[in-house]
């Protein structure tokens, strides 16, 4: 079944404590995207990869970092977590490089809370 | 600057009753243009996309979506609603950096639909 999974799925943490969510996606996709949506604000994109080891920032992405060793993961990593960080994290895939025009696959989303 | 304004938070509607959500964005040349249905608890699904051609897109679930370039909107429709569409709806533009390769999605900020019995 193509899809996008992220895990954990909920996780709570402290502040400072590193953590890292993982994403894959069995599509062959080249373009992948992580967002976080929080209420009141819609989703807004934190980081993109075009391709293996292409990655740029997108709307915020202050306090994140990603990577992309490998075309089907995206691991989105929090290297010193805050409370304002607190949101629901979605990754999302789609067949272009570019992302623009295709339909982008999201996985179920990854509920954080940093206390 | 890409913006989507979707300019209803909250609509309540009654089961069988005819639906129609907003849309309005601001882009400086063709928009392509999303709807993505969010149930409870779960990700985005996409409804339907508009790229060119035609300015009536049919989607999934029976929705549809009108593009008016006049207007700058790509409203969302659906003739009967059903107890199984309560959810949340986004609108996104695809944006695009001229000269360079990226490309984003800038969603509106949501319409929760619920459905009264």
């Known amino acids: 079944e193509a899809q996008v999974t992220q895990n954990p799925r909920y996780l709570i943490t402290v502040t400072g404590k590193k953590l890292t969510v993982t994403c894959s996606q069995n599509?062959?996709?080249?373009?992948m995207s992580w967002y976080r949506q929080d209420p009141g604000l819609g989703l807004r994109q934190i980081y993109y990869?075009?391709?293996?080891?292409?990655?740029d920032k997108g709307d915020v992405p202050e306090g994140y970092k990603v990577s992309r060793k490998e075309k089907r993961n995206f691991p989105l990593i929090l290297e010193s977590p805050s409370p304002n960080q607190t949101s629901l994290y979605f990754c999302?895939?789609?067949?272009?490089?570019?992302?623009?025009?295709?339909?982008?696959?999201f996985g179920p989303g990854t509920r954080l809370l940093v206390l | 600057a890409q913006s989507v304004t979707q300019p209803d938070i909250h609509i309540t509607v009654s089961e069988g009753a005819s639906l129609e959500l907003r849309c309005n964005y601001s882009?400086?040349?063709?928009?392509?243009l999303f709807w993505y249905v969010q149930s409870p608890g779960q990700g985005l699904q996409l409804l339907l996309k508009?790229?060119?051609?035609?300015?009536l897109v049919q989607g999934i679930k029976g929705f549809e979506a009108e593009f008016k370039r006049s207007q700058s909107s790509f409203n969302l429709r659906k003739p009967s609603v059903h107890w199984s569409d309560a959810a949340e709806y986004f609108c996104?533009?695809?944006?695009?950096?001229?000269?360079?390769?990226?490309?984003?999605?800038?969603f509106g900020k949501g319409t929760k639909l619920s459905v009264k019995p």
């Open positions: 882009y400086g040349a063709t928009p392509y």
């Open positions: 508009y790229f060119s051609g035609d300015t």
């Open positions: 990869s075009m391709n293996v080891e292409v990655t």
């Open positions: 996104a533009v695809g944006a695009y950096n001229y000269g360079g390769s990226q490309g984003n999605l800038i």
């Open positions: 599509m062959n996709h080249e373009y």
């Open positions: 999302a895939s789609s067949l272009s490089r570019t992302g623009t025009k295709e339909t982008q696959y």
